[in-house]
Structure formats: structure tokens, C-alpha cells
């Protein structure tokens, strides 16, 4: 199977493994999304432009009198009419999880009301619409008592997260602290962080640095360079 990913999959002689890359394109790479991969699906999958800067792909497409050279690019999720997120959601879920609740701090005092808790993500300061001296963020949502929970940007960071459901490229699993680089997001810089192994197969993360806005059910993916160790979904934040 061949894909347009912006990645690279090369076997390693060493190891005996088939190897998931970063594309060299940085400001494309797409291999945050395909942590998930294993070997036997490696084997079988190719990445043609993984090797590219977008502007050689363009460059190649245009010469061979392609019609998409010039296409412009897609930046949001496709089958999603006008970007419409909210809506999206709002028409596939019960009304039960779509009603409004209330806006609370973290010590649970209603600061206002929200029209449903799929409007907010984890990060987010524009539209919460609470009149206060200084920005309100969102911290986090409380599906059982359908609250938003806001505080301040300093309120965002976190020290590390536990990551449940891991998938490992390089090895079997982990078996002793590993210092590595991930990101928590597609478009995140990647943060140093050592991997302690829990007893329950899951992850602790620990960054050297604090780290804003980890969201529980996104992704975190581990690198050792351009190499990608593996990752897994984001269970909490510490």
C-alpha cells in the first residue's frame, strides 16, 4: 500500500525491525499520526514522498502535467463541511450530551454557562465569554456534571501525563526509564521527557520543562531524533 504520508519507513539490519520516520520535511512530517503502525503492517506500506520537501512533490506533479501541482492545500479534516467541528458533532450526539451547563473554576464556582460541553477544548480562550481583568482558559470538561472548567495560563501547565494503550516501534516494550522527545499535539514542538514504566503497562511522563494544555484522548508520540519509539493516548495529566 502506498500513501502520500509525509514519512519514512526504513528496515533496520541491527534490530531486525522495520523503523517509522519523520519525513524530511519537518513542517509537513506526518508520523505523529502513525505511531500506531506495526511491523507486519510496515512491510507492506510505502511512503513515495517521504524523501520530499513539499515544493519537490509540487515540482515533480507539475512536470508530469498533473492537475493537482497547484491544488491548494486541505488544512482541516475533509468529510467535516465548512469546517463546521461543532455542528459536526452536535447532529451525531444525543441532546443529552450536547445540552448546556455551567462555567466553573477549579474550585467548582460557577463563573458561567456554557451551550454544551463539545463546544470547548483543552487550551482554549477565545469564546468562553466570562467578563474578567484577565484572559479565562480552558482547563478542562466534566462530562459526569457537564461543567467546563476554566482557570488562568499559568493553570495550563502540567509536569507530565500518564499515557495508557502504548504502542512500541523500536522494541517490545519498556522495561526502564527512557529520556526521549514527544509531542503531545500535531502541531506541538517536541518537548524532552522521560518515559517511567507503570506496573499496569502503562506510561508516566515526565517533562524537564512544564507543558501547556496536555489533553486527555489525544495522542503522544516518543522520538529519538527522527526515529519514532512509539506512543499511546493520553489517559491524565500531572
Same mark, same amino acid.
Given at each position: 500500500?502506498?500513501?502520500?504520508?509525509?514519512?519514512?519507513?526504513?528496515?533496520?539490519?541491527?534490530?531486525?525491525?522495520?523503523?517509522?520516520?519523520?519525513?524530511?520535511?519537518?513542517?509537513?512530517?506526518?508520523?505523529?499520526?502513525?505511531?500506531?503502525?506495526?511491523?507486519?503492517?510496515?512491510?507492506?506500506?510505502?511512503?513515495?514522498?517521504? %524523501?520530499? @520537501?513539499?515544493?519537490? $512533490?509540487?515540482?515533480?506533479? !507539475?512536470?508530469?502535467? #498533473?492537475?493537482?501541482?497547484?491544488?491548494? /492545500?486541505?488544512?482541516?479534516?475533509?468529510?467535516?463541511?465548512?469546517?463546521?467541528?461543532?455542528?459536526?458533532?452536535?447532529?451525531?450526539?444525543?441532546?443529552?450530551?450536547?445540552?448546556?451547563?455551567?462555567?466553573?473554576?477549579?474550585?467548582?464556582?460557577?463563573?458561567?454557562?456554557?451551550?454544551?460541553?463539545?463546544?470547548?477544548?483543552?487550551?482554549?480562550?477565545?469564546?468562553?465569554?466570562?467578563?474578567?481583568?484577565?484572559?479565562?482558559?480552558?482547563?478542562?470538561? %466534566?462530562? @459526569?456534571?457537564?461543567? $467546563?472548567?476554566?482557570?488562568? !495560563?499559568?493553570?495550563? #501547565?502540567?509536569?507530565?501525563?500518564?499515557? /495508557?494503550?502504548?504502542?512500541?516501534?523500536?522494541?517490545?516494550?519498556?522495561?526502564?526509564?527512557?529520556?526521549?522527545?514527544?509531542?503531545?499535539?500535531?502541531?506541538?514542538?517536541?518537548?524532552?521527557?522521560?518515559?517511567?514504566?507503570?506496573?499496569?503497562?502503562?506510561?508516566?511522563?515526565?517533562?524537564?520543562?512544564?507543558?501547556?494544555?496536555?489533553?486527555?484522548?489525544?495522542?503522544?508520540?516518543?522520538?529519538?531524533?527522527?526515529?519514532?519509539?512509539?506512543?499511546?493516548?493520553?489517559?491524565?495529566?500531572?
Amino acid at each position: 500500500l502506498a500513501t502520500g504520508h509525509h514519512a519514512r519507513i526504513v528496515w533496520n539490519d541491527f534490530s531486525e525491525k522495520y523503523m517509522l520516520l519523520k519525513g524530511v520535511d519537518e513542517n509537513k512530517d506526518q508520523s505523529y499520526f502513525l505511531f500506531t503502525l506495526k511491523q507486519n503492517e510496515m512491510r507492506h506500506i510505502l511512503f513515495p514522498i517521504g %524523501d520530499f @520537501e513539499k515544493t519537490d $512533490v509540487r515540482r515533480i506533479a !507539475k512536470n508530469q502535467g #498533473l492537475k493537482t501541482a497547484e491544488k491548494k /492545500e486541505s488544512q482541516e479534516i475533509c468529510f467535516i463541511r465548512d469546517n463546521d467541528y461543532r455542528g459536526f458533532i452536535s447532529n451525531r450526539v444525543s441532546m443529552k450530551g450536547c445540552k448546556g451547563g455551567d462555567i466553573v473554576n477549579r474550585d467548582g464556582d460557577v463563573l458561567g454557562k456554557h451551550d454544551g460541553i463539545h463546544m470547548y477544548t483543552i487550551g482554549q480562550r477565545k469564546g468562553i465569554g466570562i467578563p474578567a481583568p484577565h484572559p479565562y482558559y480552558v482547563l478542562g470538561c %466534566d462530562s @459526569e456534571r457537564n461543567t $467546563v472548567i476554566v482557570g488562568t !495560563k499559568e493553570d495550563l #501547565l502540567c509536569n507530565g501525563l500518564i499515557a /495508557e494503550d502504548l504502542n512500541w516501534i523500536v522494541f517490545q516494550s519498556l522495561e526502564s526509564e527512557m529520556t526521549v522527545t514527544c509531542k503531545i499535539r500535531y502541531r506541538y514542538t517536541p518537548a524532552e521527557a522521560t518515559l517511567i514504566p507503570q506496573d499496569n503497562e502503562d506510561v508516566q511522563v515526565t517533562f524537564s520543562e512544564p507543558q501547556r494544555a496536555v489533553t486527555p484522548g489525544q495522542a503522544v508520540v516518543f522520538y529519538d531524533g527522527d526515529v519514532v519509539i512509539g506512543g499511546g493516548w493520553i489517559k491524565e495529566s500531572i
